[in-house]
């Protein structure tokens, strides 16, 4: 009877760690996903300060005056160099000896794995934390300046 039990609790202790293992399993796929995705948003953050750029040679070589020191271009060039460091970050570390051909899906998932473990104490919250802030002072400096809104919400901040 004693087997029976031992056996029993054998088997249920196997399929817990195997429900575990594929539960991190999702996850982990998930976190690379997610990692990949925030690649992509910073190779478009950085076509914010290149508008800024063209802008700026274009009216240049027009002989038009480019007024440079302004809260939008700084917020842009932070943004610019925010999403360079985390591009190179998540290419170097992140998906490092990840794409190739012809390895397995565990070897893969390993890989993925390997990679985390090695980079899960690098501060990206605060990169994160600074491309943020620049994306909502765009915002405000969208609506702010904005023919149908801005001139009420300039009304509504002079009231406080």
């Not at 302004?70 to 999403?83: K, V």
């Not at 490092?96 to 051909?101: E, L, M, P, W, Y």
């Not at 919400?153 to 406080?160: H, S």
């Amino acid at each position: 009877m004693q087997a029976l039990d031992d056996e029993q609790f054998i088997s249920n202790t196997i399929a817990t760690i195997t429900a575990q293992a594929e539960g991190i399993k999702e996850q982990t796929n998930q976190f690379y996903t997610s990692f990949e995705i925030i690649n992509i948003l910073c190779y478009l953050n950085l076509m914010f300060f290149l508008t800024d750029l063209i802008k700026m040679l274009f009216l240049k070589k027009i002989g038009r005056k480019f007024a440079f020191p302004t809260i939008g271009i700084m917020s842009n060039l932070i943004l610019f160099a925010t999403s360079v460091f985390m591009i190179y970050w998540i290419t170097t570390k992140v998906t490092a000896n990840v794409h190739f051909d012809g390895i397995t899906e565990n070897e893969l998932f390993y890989r993925k794995i390997a990679n985390f473990k090695e980079n899960i104490e690098f501060k990206f919250e605060y990169l994160f934390s600074i491309m943020i802030a620049c994306l909502i002072t765009k915002l405000m400096e969208l609506i702010l300046f904005s023919s149908e809104i801005g001139p009420l919400v300039k009304i509504v901040g002079k009231m406080f």
